[in-house]
């Protein structure tokens, strides 16, 4: 009697299926969800404390990598087998082929997607590698390696995933083949890009945070792509500017200054006394070498000529700061000291001016009127 009874309950079905058969899948469904929180709670936290006692910060990258595509592999291979457990029928749809290729499928894109994770630790090695003989390249190189090896994975992930549902990868890449010239007729300003870039990175003409200039573009480098360049202006709009264009223009980079330039010309009346104007060239040449702000390798003040209404004093001189704001400080500085020391000397600055010197008459509608003066040297008749 018990044999039948046991008979009679494992016939028994639901939907056409038996109930024990899923029950069979509702054990394996719990046993992957057990196996997963396992890995979880337990394999992966003492994977993790033996990580944090190296030195190196790779195997930790590399378990944060791969900890979460494997909790998902476990947990879909638990639904398959429980899905091949309950025999689903064969027709009208042959089930348990749709669940194969979705099983492979979905392997795929764990692999794709562990792949993608582990892209980021290769960056960061190529990046650490290229510091150690030029940090300034490996700033700017390291987020194009990731971009590339990020879009790298997900082609041959795409690729991977066409495969397993069957279809030829090889044929499809025999048909990009010929329409290969199509496609590079359509991408040639995104290759002509990519050459860009990689001039960029060989050249190195500016890098990430720099003050540069060209044509119509004027600000700072917020970031360096593959098509292009951002730079924030002055008017904290952003542009965005094809690397192609870079590699064909003059670039001003004014972070690379270092120093920066002040060029002038200073002008004292003509009523001042060569005694004086030498003193007042030394007492200026004094207040350059004095002030801190100023680069004391190079540095001219000379009085260099007469001009048309000054004494001309020719001051060249480099601050030390090539920031904007502290460049001017500087600059501001110097020349409020150059006009108390003209104030103090009680001389003049001079400016555009002109004197007209009459005759002794001047004829005005017909009639004459005479001024009663006279002056020596040039005169002027209106």
Not at 245 to 252: G, K, R, V, Y
Not at 266 to 285: F, H, N, Q
Not at 316 to 331: D, P, Q
Request: charge should be positive; include cysteine; proline fraction near 4%.
């Amino acid at each position: 009697m018990k044999l039948e009874g046991l008979t009679g309950f494992l016939s028994v079905s639901f939907a056409g299926i038996h109930l024990y058969k899923i029950g069979l899948a509702f054990l394996v469904i719990l046993l992957a969800l057990v196996v997963r929180k396992v890995f979880e709670r337990y394999v992966v936290n003492l994977c993790k404390r033996i990580a944090r006692k190296t030195k190196s910060q790779y195997d930790d990258l590399l378990l944060n990598a791969l900890s979460a595509p494997v909790s998902a592999l476990i947990y879909i291979t638990g639904i398959y087998w429980a899905l091949i457990l309950l025999e689903l029928p064969l027709e009208p749809y042959n089930i348990p082929a749709f669940l194969g290729n979705a099983f492979r499928i979905s392997i795929s894109l764990v692999v794709v997607w562990a792949i993608y994770r582990l892209s980021n630790l290769l960056a960061i090695f190529l990046k650490q590698i290229i510091s150690q003989t030029d940090p300034e390249m490996a700033e700017q190189f390291s987020p194009l390696v990731t971009q590339a090896l990020r879009f790298t994975v997900l082609v041959l992930g795409i690729l991977l995933i066409i495969q397993n549902l069957g279809y030829s990868v090889g044929s499809l890449l025999a048909g990009l083949g010929i329409g290969g010239l199509a496609i590079a007729l359509a991408a040639q300003d995104t290759l002509s890009n990519l050459f860009g870039t990689l001039v960029m990175i060989t050249d190195k003409p500016f890098k990430i945070g720099d003050w540069v200039q060209f044509k119509d573009v004027d600000g700072d480098v917020e970031s360096i792509g593959f098509r292009s360049t951002k730079v924030r202006t002055w008017s904290k709009s952003l542009k965005i500017v094809p690397n192609k264009l870079l590699t064909s223009e003059i670039i001003e980079n004014w972070s690379a200054m270092p120093k920066r330039r002040v060029k002038m010309t200073i002008g004292v009346t003509y009523s001042t006394p060569p005694d004086k104007m030498a003193v007042l060239r030394d007492r200026m040449e004094g207040i350059l070498k004095s002030d801190p702000g100023v680069n004391q390798e190079y540095f001219l003040v000379y009085f260099t000529g007469f001009g048309a209404s000054a004494l001309e004093i020719f001051v060249y001189y480099f601050t030390k700061t090539t920031v904007w704001k502290e460049y001017l400080e500087v600059r501001q500085r110097i020349n409020l000291k150059f006009m108390q020391l003209v104030e103090e000397m009680n001389l003049e600055f001079a400016f555009p001016s002109q004197t007209l010197y009459f005759g002794d008459s001047l004829s005005v509608a017909g009639r004459s009127v005479d001024f009663g003066m006279k002056q020596p040297g040039n005169s002027q008749t209106v």
